[in-house]
């Protein structure tokens, strides 16, 4: 079975452009999962969706940042405008579990530079 | 916040050695889980351990949950260099439904 995918892999951008992260979870789970990863913070809970609906979105950063799941096959992080401060590697992950304490199923990861 | 304080940061060890790294909190969790995560990749659960006190083995990894459900080890016997990467813990606390992660210890076994 194919896991979480996540794209792009790498993206690296200018400050005060638009960045968009994808994500497909693996088929059957009904919860997802965006997380930031840096070395000064760690792993990071951005926001999770429920059944495509959000249920928490206390951990995303500032209003430039924002997380859509239209469908429960597909889901975005948007980030406008970027700064550098942005940069980190950002983590896509779902579970059947219906909330975040299950056990996660990590995507490969999109690293973001903003320049 | 619940802060789960992993050490050491940094481990670099010779393939055939044992170690040990911890998992610490002033807080209590419900459940405890550690990760495994190779370089470009994403974290892949190891373990879920739940009773205080619970010990659960994984071939040469053995997993501790303290009494108190504060705390948990990771024993790694005779470290090969496939066991390179960076090991999380992350619990879920009691009143938080949230599954809360150190910043991971990166191990480094040279061949």
């Known amino acids: 079975d194919a896991g979480v995918i996540q794209s792009p892999r790498h993206e690296v951008t200018e400050m005060g452009q638009e960045v968009t992260l994808r994500c497909k979870p693996i088929?059957?789970?009904?919860?997802l999962f965006w997380y930031r990863q840096t070395m000064m913070r760690g792993l990071e809970l951005l926001i999770y969706?429920?059944?495509?609906?959000?249920?928490?979105d206390s951990g995303m950063p500032e209003d430039r940042f924002s997380a859509k799941m239209p469908n429960a096959s597909f889901s975005t992080l948007k980030i406008q405008p970027s700064e550098p401060r942005d940069s980190a590697v950002y983590f896509c992950?779902?579970?059947?579990?219906?909330?975040?304490?299950?056990?996660?199923?990590f995507g490969e990861g999109s690293r973001l530079t903003v320049l | 916040t619940q802060l789960l304080e992993q050490s050491p940061q940094f481990l670099s060890i010779q393939e055939g050695e044992n170690l040990t790294v911890y998992c610490n909190s002033s807080s209590v969790f419900s459940s405890l889980q550690w990760y495994r995560q190779e370089p470009g990749e994403g974290p892949v659960l190891l373990v879920t351990?739940?009773?205080?006190?619970e010990v659960k083995k994984l071939k040469r990894l053995t997993f501790q949950f303290g009494d108190a459900r504060k705390d948990s080890s990771l024993h790694i016997t005779a470290a090969q260099p496939g066991d390179t990467g960076l090991y999380l813990c992350a619990g879920v606390g009691g009143s938080n439904y949230k599954l809360t992660f150190g910043k991971g210890t990166l191990l480094t076994v040279n061949p």
């Open positions: 351990v739940v009773t205080g006190g």
């Open positions: 088929s059957g789970h009904n919860s």
């Open positions: 969706f429920n059944n495509n609906v959000p249920i928490d």
């Open positions: 992950a779902s579970n059947k579990a219906g909330g975040p304490s299950g056990e996660l199923f």
